[in-house]
């Protein structure tokens, strides 16, 4: 079975500053995907960022990007120059490489809280 | 712009009545699925549905049932609701098939409160 930990309730960060989300996996495929996604207080989760278990490089979109170590099973999400309206819950999710259909499993999630 | 939608943002039920939950996608995805969201838990997969009439159990799927009868309608029946299944419940499609890089597509949540 999958499983994903985050192991940060709650995270500060001044803004402007860059801030890094962890986020750990346990699974024994050997393809699978990593994502994060963001929950503003809306409740709608929003989709950042994407890296498969093959892919050599670490992944980027604008200002996330995703640390992705695969030796020690961890893809943690690094915001750089963080903004007020970074301020959201954050979620780790993977979906497994072996009959998985799409499901997601998430992380229990990290609220970020920007501060001026 | 692709579109997932749930019928409710909020909603107040009585314990013991049997609740629907409706999700509706406008983008021709194969695959539905049923989230519960609770602090500290994250999300966890109640039923996923991957063509019409077909659906599988998830993690947590003792009290739910689910219902699709068209492809772009998935809903989430609470047969009898009782109070531990407070929650905010979250509805998302995705392409058919099973590729690790095929993500999900979110609708806004309902909050349920059952009293």
């Not at chain 2, 996608?25 to 549905?49: A, C, K, T, V």
């Amino acid at each position: 079975a999958q499983k994903i930990t985050q192991t940060q309730p709650g995270m500060f960060v001044q803004e402007k500053e860059a801030v890094t989300l962890d986020c750990t996996y346990d699974t024994s495929d050997q393809s699978y995907g990593l994502f994060w996604y963001k929950q503003p207080s809306s409740g709608e989760m929003i989709f950042l960022i994407y890296q498969g278990s093959y892919d050599e490089q670490n992944a980027t979109e604008g200002r996330y990007s995703l640390n992705f170590q695969k030796a020690r099973k961890s893809a943690n999400l690094v915001i750089s120059a963080s903004q007020l309206g970074d301020s959201a819950m954050y979620f780790c999710a993977m979906i497994p490489g072996r009959g998985g259909g799409n499901k997601l499993t998430f992380g229990t999630g990290t609220q970020l809280k920007v501060e001026l | 712009d692709v579109k997932v939608t749930q019928s409710s943002r909020y909603l107040v039920k009585r314990t013991g009545e049997k609740v629907f939950l409706e999700c509706v996608q406008d983008m021709d995805h194969e695959n539905m699925f049923w989230y519960r969201q609770d602090p500290g838990l994250g999300l966890r997969l109640i039923y996923f549905s991957y063509d019409v009439k077909m659906k599988e159990k998830g993690d947590i799927p003792e009290g739910y049932s689910v219902s699709r009868e068209k492809k772009e309608r998935f809903s989430l029946i609470l047969e009898s609701a009782s109070t531990n299944q407070t929650s905010m419940y979250l509805c998302a499609s995705s392409l058919a098939g099973d590729r690790v890089n095929e993500k999900l597509f979110f609708g806004s949540g309902t909050q349920l409160s059952v009293l």
